[in-house]
């Protein structure tokens, strides 16, 4: 499987972005799907994943701004991005498994090229 980010950009405290996240197979309850970030300095860290078709999890200080989403006739993964604060500013990028599921990146095997978000 490959993934292919887009949506990132700009935006001011308060803002929104959606990121898409376009999938080269079908995943579904086949895959552990994924979404980081990485700001410049710090190490990569989870914000939202969904297990194997099942339930999604969100970090503590995204839960309830941010919403993962996908659309299996799109192939299509999203992460809609509410209320931005400048700490949400890094690189984003989606991630799938077929086997391991946890907020540890080394848990994915398969990654996008990342897209940037900047709240200012």
């Known amino acids: 499987v490959q993934l292919v980010e887009s949506g990132g950009g700009s935006v001011q405290t308060g803002g929104s972005l959606r990121l898409s996240c376009e999938v080269s197979a079908y995943i579904d309850s086949n895959y552990c799907i994924g979404w980081f970030r990485q700001a410049p300095g710090k190490k990569r860290e989870g914000v939202a994943r969904r297990h194997f078709g099942g339930n999604i999890y969100y970090l503590d200080p995204v839960r309830g701004r941010f919403t993962m989403s996908q659309d299996n006739a799109k192939s299509m993964m999203y992460l809609q991005m509410n209320s931005l604060k400048p700490e949400d500013t890094a690189m984003y990028y989606c991630?799938?498994?077929?086997?391991?599921?946890?907020?540890?990146?080394?848990?994915?095997?398969?990654w996008g090229q990342g897209t940037q978000v900047t709240v200012s």
């Open positions: 991630a799938a498994d077929p086997v391991a599921c946890s907020w540890s990146p080394a848990d994915f095997g398969t």
